[in-house]
């Protein structure tokens, strides 16, 4: 063979980019966003405005230190992906330096010092959620009861602008707890789950997503709705997001058949925290999590089943940023040994044996 | 016919609306052919003819070179101005030995060889010998010597050739008009073939964007008893020989073995025309179909063009470029070569020209890889490219090799879905160089620790020889010594 090769074929490419790609995410990102800025309201906004904005300032500073060009970089929708998936893990009336310090967190120190853009072995947001949560708990759950835009509740915009950036207190009786946050308190109290549950919304609001939590994580419905749009349009497989919530709903719905007074069911699980978020949204970025389809499985199932072991057994009421990372780690090995059987070979990679034909 | 599932592959824009219903229409004949002399795989063709000899249509101008190779012949009646090096249709742009036929326009036939009368009842070495003769190679593209491969059935015992007329390249339609134009030449000469490999049955593949051609072929097939013509997905690359098969039979290739070991022989529409010519009307391969297209091309066409014609010439009669092209391809777009320049001949393999604007190409500079895992989904080989890539990458090769590099059949879909636009056929043809680079290498030292061997033993038998030599000498020399001395002794006691 020549070792000239000019240039390889094809010479067609599919219309298809990278920011094609992040484009449509974050489409997909958009009707459970809009909901819940209507119902967060003023100071949601300006939160997740702040983490954008410093995500990609953080990006920038980064590529000129890094001396490289700004484009297409700051363009391709990365870094805006990885700043709106931070902010919607972020408490929905998050300060401004968790903001900057999230967007530091996930941008400068799990992005860029791993390389830059597909390098990373983290995903970032969440490297910036937990980061956050280990040094400020206290911020980090300081979650609120609805209070949608346009209701006599609703912080205005002068207010809600003070409560980000100053030191406007917040309005009165808005502080709550997320329902896998009660719960735990609750059991921790001696209170079964059997009762603390009467006291939580019911499953349909945890569904459409009046309850508190994480600003873009409520709405379990939206988020399938933009799930449902990245499986249309192939962003992604079935793989992860089935995964995740097969081994979480399995897990909770065995354990809590067995003591349904010290684990919750399997709809709960599924409806509380980040499950949606992570499934569809989380679990599945591209870089960090494995690229076959049989990795993409076990990395699902050990995302879900992490994520019910920590909720349950751990310290903090919610465990999908962990359980990421932690799979997030094993991504490699996972990659090495679940690669897809070759054509025409054993899994092992020996060539197929040949049958007798008869 | 129940159809297998196959793993894998793209579905490009086939762009083959252009061409589709343009009836093949004959080159007119050019002013000079250009016959390189190696048009396939294997050694190149030997010339028989000199410069300034005058030759008849069909006549035998270059001899096969070896059990693998193919002949060339002249596709016109004319004169031999030169045998002289040019650049040849290959992507190294390097010259080669190439016969330059300026044609008289009389179109003169050469004496040829008689039909064979009954092909069914024919010995299939008698038509094999013919095949070859007549300097038929895979048409399709592999170029490979077609009388090689229906030799197969001499050791293998074959069930089904496999008519290849999935034409799953975009923009090619040569084989789609063939179809539809001469389908029941295109039907004998696989029957032929089948003869030939011993296979009872004839198994005609067609994808489904080919609804026409999938008619007619039916319709002529439906008198065949032995003959199923067969409609499979539109699925790129589903004419990949391997790939084919198991979409048919539902049999997976085991590496390193042959379709053949599965009872399976794979040959191209356009094959088994030629050798239908060549079995009943003893003509050589002279001339092919080319889909000339592109959307720098003016008025893109199914042109027959003798062998050796410039690929200039089929695009000027094409009406000319409109606009410069991007990229001129040898081929399909997925598979194809690109062409060094215009000024290179037609040659048997090339069963497309297409001259692609910028839009077309749609190339894009490559970004960082943010695996987003789809070129391992498409991938029909069932490899790993993202992570063959990377290892090339760092030049570790054997890394690549590991993953499975060498089992890449270069079909493109990677490079064609990637959305960071990373060449990742170049690397894998990189590596796939430098590999076959480092087995030939290994091959040398081989050879060459063998020689030294052979020298060292020499060198060791001659210093045996001759110790054993000096041993005698010193042998018989103590022994002289022993005698005169003892005479001596005995001369002085
Ligand atoms: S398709 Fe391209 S970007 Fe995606 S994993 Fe493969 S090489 Fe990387
Ligand atoms: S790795 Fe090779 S066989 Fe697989 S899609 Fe790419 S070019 Fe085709």
Partial sequence: MSQFIVRSGPFTHAPTSVRATMGLVLVALLPATAFNLWLFGWPALFMFLATLIFCLLAEAGCLILAKKPLMPSLGDGSVALTGWLLAMSLPPWAPWWICLLGAIFAVVLAKHLFGGLGQNVFNPAMVGRVALLVSFPLQMTAFVSARPLGSAAAPGFGQSLGMIFGHTPWPDQVSAASALGYVKTELSRGVPVTQSMHHLPDLMDMALGLHPGSFGETSALLLLLGGLLLLARRVITWHIPTAVMGSLFVLATLFHAVDPGRYAGGLFHLLSGATFLGAFFIATDYVTSPVTKKGQLVYGCGVGGLTWLIRTFAGYPEGMAFAVLLMNALTPIIDHHFRPRAFGRTPQGDPLPLKDRT | ?493
């Fill in chain 2, 1 to 493: 016919m129940k159809l297998f599932p196959v793993r894998g592959g793209v579905h490009p824009d086939y762009r083959k609306e252009r061409t589709a219903e343009a009836a093949i229409v004959a080159l007119p004949l050019p002013k000079a052919l250009y016959l390189p002399l190696q048009q396939h795989i294997g050694a190149p063709a030997e010339a028989v003819v000199e410069a300034g000899q005058r030759v008849l249509k069909g006549q035998l101008l270059a001899l096969a070179g070896g059990p693998v190779s193919a002949p060339v012949h002249a596709p016109t009646s004319g004169l031999v101005a030169a045998i002289a090096t040019m650049t040849a249709p290959h992507p190294s742009g390097l010259a080669q030995p190439t016969i330059i036929l300026e044609p008289d326009g009389r179109e003169e036939w050469a004496a040829l060889p008689p039909p064979i009368p009954d092909p069914f009842a024919a010995d299939p070495a008698v038509i094999r010998a013919r095949v070859a003769d007549c300097g038929i190679v895979g048409m399709g593209g592999a170029t490979f010597p077609s009388a090689v491969k229906l030799a197969l059935g001499t050791e293998h015992k074959l069930d089904i050739l496999l008519l290849n007329g999935a034409e799953c390249e975009p923009y090619l339609t040569c084989d789609d008009r063939l179809m539809r134009e001469r389908a029941e030449a295109v039907l004998d000469g696989a029957r032929i073939m089948a003869h030939a490999l011993g296979a009872a049955r004839v198994v005609v593949a067609i994808e489904a964007n080919k609804p026409q051609a999938l008619e007619i072929m039916a319709r002529a097939a439906a008198a065949l008893a032995d003959v199923t013509v067969v409609k499979v997905p539109a699925q790129y690359p589903m004419g990949s020989e391997r790939h084919l098969v198991q979409a048919i039979t539902g049999r997976e290739t085991p590496a390193r073995k042959l379709t053949a070991d599965l009872g399976v022989v794979v040959h191209n529409v356009a094959t088994a025309q030629a050798v239908r010519e060549a079995v009943r009307f003893g003509r050589p391969l002279l001339s092919r179909v080319v889909t000339v297209s592109g959307g720098a091309v003016a008025h893109p066409a199914n042109v027959e063009a003798p062998l050796g014609a410039l690929v200039s010439d089929l695009v000027d009669f094409c009406g000319g470029l409109t606009t410069p092209p991007r990229q001129v391809v040898n081929g399909g777009p997925m598979m194809g070569q690109p062409l060094p320049s215009l000024a290179v001949p037609v040659v048997k393999g090339m069963s497309g020209i297409l001259a692609l604007t910028a839009a077309e190409t749609n190339e894009q500079p490559s970004e960082p890889c943010i695996r987003c895992g789809t070129c391992v989904t498409i991938c029909p080989c069932g490899l790993v490219p993202v992570e063959m890539a990377a290892f090339i990458r760092k030049e570790d090769i054997d890394g690549a090799a590991r993953l499975g590099v060498q089992d890449c059949v270069s079909c493109g879909s990677c490079s064609y879905i990637c959305p960071a636009h990373i060449p990742l056929v170049h690397f894998f043809n990189y590596a796939k160089g430098r590999l076959a680079e480092k087995a030939r290498e290994a091959r040398r030292t081989d050879r060459v620790r063998q020689l030294v061997e052979v020298h060292n033993t020499r060198l060791d038998k001659l210093a045996a020889a001759r110790a054993a030599q000096a041993a005698a000498v010193e042998a018989a020399r103590a022994e002289a010594a022993k005698a005169t001395g003892a005479t001596g002794q005995g001369g002085a006691s």
